[in-house]
């Protein structure tokens, strides 16, 4: 298989796995599966950790030192207590998908898109056994916490 190939494989791979979170994160939320932001994450993690499947940190490159801090102790949280972690690039696809339910509510309470949890998913299995697979692929890749972008529309 030839470099390019290689790269388009995985190209397709992060792309397919990539619309498997964003439709695993449609569907908890309207199941109301989700909590999202940081403050609401950590609250979340310190009363029923157990609840919690899948724990996505978006960030598009930013320099915020206290946001940095923020992912570390969350990710260290989650490492260990075996919650599958992503990083995910794309904080303005997370909004247009996530974004528009919250309209009626408090946008300060509910704008940070940052740290995402998805709970008890009686929902899309599918969906998120697709996204837990590419993070344990990735972790034998060395990549402790896995990274995907996602793609605007």
């Known amino acids: 298989m030839s470099p390019e190939e290689s790269f388009g494989s995985v190209e397709n791979r992060m792309q397919s796995v990539g ?3 964003e439709e695993l994160l449609v569907t908890a939320q309207k199941q109301d599966c989700l909590t999202i932001g940081i403050y609401e994450s950590a609250k979340l993690l310190n009363a029923d950790p157990d609840s919690v499947v899948l724990c996505v ?3 598009d490159g930013e320099d915020d030192v206290a946001l940095q801090i923020h992912f570390t102790l969350l990710q260290s949280f989650c490492c260990d207590i075996g919650i599958t972690i992503l990083r995910v690039s794309g904080v303005q696809r997370l ?3 996530l974004g528009a339910a919250h309209a009626n509510k408090n946008q300060e ?3 940070d898109l940052h740290c995402v949890l998805v709970t008890n998913p009686q929902a899309d299995h599918y969906r998120l056994q697709e996204v837990g697979t590419y993070c344990q692929e990735s972790r034998r890749l060395d990549q402790w916490v896995p990274e995907l ?5």
């Open 95 to 97: 909004q247009q998908l």
């Open 19 to 21: 619309l498997a979170l």
């Open 57 to 59: 940190l978006a960030a």
């Open 109 to 111: 309470e509910h704008g």
């Open 149 to 153: 972008v996602l793609q605007e529309r």
